[in-house]
């Protein structure tokens, strides 16, 4: 019994050790990953580019602060949550924008809708088209669109602009 117990530390041994060397000599080897940090390009400051900086501010690159980019992961990943556990996604709540209704029926109806959530994505849909998992384009009609999501039927009409509406009041 002693011997067999002696020959399984020695070989445990000698596998820790194989593994220790395979480990290290990996680790010399690997290449540093680099950090993803834009670097802005120089710009020469012509006459007329410095008249013009407060026009061009906006297509300057911001600078990338690498600490709240780390915060905002644990932020964005609830650190307290179960294993296993997804953030879960806004809904998408649309809004209208326009909606095209033709003549003749060689060309389908369709309706520009936009996202409201942050990407705030704008689409191009004709009857039918799925918007989400479970919500679908049901009818277009002019100025307005009927989403179907599951059993619930979500109308969306166009908003006309404040100016455009018509005076309540009589001269």
Excluded at 56 to 61: F, G, M, N, Q, V
Excluded at 71 to 79: H, K
Aim: hydrophobic share 40%; charged share 25%; glycine share 4%.
């Amino acid at each position: 019994m002693k011997r067999i117990l002696k020959r399984v530390c020695i070989f445990g041994s000698v596998l820790l050790c194989c593994l220790a060397l395979t480990h290290a000599t990996l680790h010399r080897f690997q290449k540093p990953i680099p950090k993803k940090v834009y670097v802005a390009p120089k710009i020469e400051h012509k006459k007329s580019v410095q008249r013009n900086e407060k026009l061009y501010a906006h297509l300057k690159p911001k600078p990338v602060d690498q600490k709240a980019l780390f915060l905002q992961t644990i932020i964005d990943n609830n650190l307290f949550a179960p294993l296993g556990w997804k953030p879960k996604k806004p809904t998408p709540i649309y809004r209208l924008i326009g909606t095209h209704i033709p003549i003749g029926k060689e060309i389908e109806a369709t309706a520009i809708l936009q996202e409201t959530t942050q990407d705030a994505t704008t689409r191009v849909v004709s009857i039918g088209t799925k918007l989400g998992e479970d919500t679908v384009v049901a009818d277009i009609q002019p100025k307005q669109v009927i989403l179907k999501k599951g059993r619930l039927r979500i109308p969306l009409r166009l908003a006309t602009p404040q100016f455009l509406k018509p005076s309540r009041t009589r001269r």
